[in-house]
């Protein structure tokens, strides 16, 4: 079972010293990152278009002792983008740390999808990263490095049926990153990808149960993820502890893809 998070900000963290923008960071996966993020001692700008809800994970930041602030952002903005990354800078002096966390999706397949479903997928998913990493590593070079992390889906990696979009934006994900990787390993930033399995988060609680567990008998361990466990693969991927790891995808999927 996945380690438990205390709760408590620590001076002598993973993270110490660091400055993390999480987009897609006011529930959920990115929430769980955020706060897991804070407790290893990063400052951390939560980012996300829900203002009351990301407002709240600050609150819960700082309830734990931890440090961040909330940026309203519409991912698919470059200009929010932009913005985001200037925030990190006038908060907290530096960027070190970029996920790119965003999912949507429309369950249909190309014949009825419409070309505004298509853009509004695509640009959320897939746009939003481009807009987000260009900014964070123009940053990231006058620092002299730093670490992304793109969250794809096991979708990035296998065909669903009616998610013709999720998945050509998933797997989009994973070829910007790689392609990232290539270009800018000399200037010491690292890019990596976490290819989660579904997740107990608040988007998964509004699906009827009757449609919920047949999904959870496709995996090995028949249970879906506590956000928290995969936070922590996040968490090693962007610590000092993964120096030797960039251009990677890392799965964390109760060997879904595996079967």
């Not at 931890?66 to 932009?82: C, H, I, N, Q, T």
């Amino acid at each position: 079972m996945m380690k438990q998070h205390n709760g408590t900000a620590n001076d002598a963290g993973r993270l110490n010293n660091k400055v993390a923008l999480v987009t897609g960071a006011a529930m959920g996966f990115g929430q769980a990152m955020s706060e897991l993020f804070a407790s290893e001692g990063a400052k951390v700008v939560v980012a996300d278009i829900n203002q009351e809800a990301g407002e709240e994970t600050v609150t819960r930041i700082s309830d734990q002792g931890g440090e961040s602030v909330f940026f309203p952002m519409d991912v698919r903005k470059e200009s929010d983008a932009e913005g985001a990354v200037k925030v990190c800078t006038e908060e907290f002096g530096q960027l070190d740390i970029l996920v790119n966390n965003v999912g949507v999706q429309v369950n249909k397949d190309v014949v009825d999808t419409t070309e505004d479903e298509w853009d509004f997928v695509v640009d959320t998913n897939l746009k939003s990263m481009f807009f987000c990493s260009k900014y964070a590593i123009k940053q990231m070079r006058t620092q002299g490095g730093g670490n992304i992390v793109c969250v794809s889906s096991l979708s990035g990696l296998v065909g669903n049926a009616l998610q013709a979009s999720y998945n050509a934006s998933k797997h989009g994900v994973i070829g910007l990153a790689r392609c990232m990787a290539i270009d800018h390993a000399a200037d010491n930033i690292r890019v990596n990808v976490i290819c989660p399995g579904s997740m107990d988060t608040p988007i998964a609680l509004t699906i009827p149960k009757e449609k919920l567990e047949p999904y959870k008998k496709l995996n090995l361990m028949k249970r879906f993820a506590d956000p928290m466990e995969v936070a922590y693969a996040v968490l090693f991927l962007v610590s000092d502890e993964a120096s030797y790891v960039t251009g990677s995808v890392m799965v964390a999927d109760a060997g879904y893809t595996t079967v």
